[in-house]
C-alpha cells in the first residue's frame, strides 16, 4: 500500500511507512484477487502471510552501556510474562501478534512498559511534533509525564536533559538539530 502511486505526496512527507500521524491519507488499493489452479479431490495446502510483528529493543543501562545477557521477563498485552534473555549487545528480539498493543520488559527488577504500533512523527504534524517527541523522550528514559501533545515545562525539562546528554545547544527547544538526534537516537 505504502508503495502505491498514490501515495507519493504520503512518502515524501513520512519517509518511514511505521510513522503516520492521524489524519494522515493513506490511499488502500482495491483487493486483488488471486486464483490458483488445484485438482479437485486432494489435499492442497494454502499459507496466509501475516499476523506477527517483530519487536527489537536494545537495553542499555544509566551509563549507556548495554545490559547484555540478561535474563528478562516479556508481558504482551497485560498477559503472563514469559522468560527471554538479551544478547551480547543488550539487544531482544521477539515477534508478537500483530494485534499486541502494550507490552512490559522487566530487567534487573524494572518493569518498563511500551505502547506497540502507536508513534507519532517527531515532526510535520499537527502538534508541531510534540506527541512524537514526548512518546521517544519517554521510551528513552527522559520524559515520566502525560502526552500533552505540546511543548510544556516537562517536555522542554527532558528536551533540555537530552540535549546536554547529546552535546547540543541546551535551550529545551525541539530544534531540528535535536529533533534529528532524538529520532537517530530512539531508532526511528
Known amino acids: 500500500m505504502y508503495g502505491h502511486p498514490a501515495n507519493a505526496s504520503l512518502r515524501q512527507k513520512r519517509?518511514?511507512?511505521?510513522?503516520?500521524?492521524?489524519?494522515?491519507?493513506?490511499?488502500?488499493?482495491?483487493?486483488?484477487?488471486?486464483?490458483?489452479?488445484?485438482?479437485?479431490?486432494?489435499?492442497?495446502?494454502?499459507?496466509?502471510p501475516?499476523?506477527?510483528k517483530t519487536l527489537r529493543i536494545r537495553l542499555l543501562d544509566a551509563t549507556d552501556t548495554p545490559i547484555a545477557n540478561e535474563a528478562a521477563e516479556l508481558a504482551v498485552n497485560g498477559g503472563k510474562g514469559a522468560a527471554r534473555r538479551t544478547d551480547g549487545a543488550g539487544v531482544l528480539e521477539i515477534e508478537l501478534p500483530v494485534e499486541a498493543r502494550s507490552a512490559t520488559i522487566t530487567v534487573r527488577g524494572r518493569?518498563?512498559?511500551?505502547?506497540?504500533s502507536y508513534l507519532n512523527p517527531a515532526a510535520q504534524a499537527p502538534d508541531e511534533g510534540a506527541s512524537g517527541v514526548q512518546h521517544r523522550l519517554r521510551n528513552l528514559g527522559y520524559y515520566g509525564g502525560p502526552v500533552t501533545e505540546t511543548f510544556d515545562r516537562k517536555t522542554r525539562l527532558a528536551l533540555w536533559l537530552f540535549q546536554f546528554d547529546h552535546d547540543l545547544k541546551t535551550d529545551g527547544r525541539p530544534s531540528a538539530e535535536t529533533v534529528r538526534k532524538l529520532v537517530e537516537v530512539h531508532g526511528c
Open 15 to 48: 519517509p518511514n511507512p511505521n510513522i503516520l500521524y492521524p489524519g494522515d491519507v493513506v490511499v488502500i488499493p482495491p483487493k486483488q484477487v488471486k486464483e490458483v489452479v488445484a485438482a479437485t479431490g486432494k489435499l492442497h495446502r494454502f499459507v496466509m
Open 111 to 116: 518493569t518498563l512498559p511500551l505502547d506497540l
Open 50 to 52: 501475516g499476523g506477527r
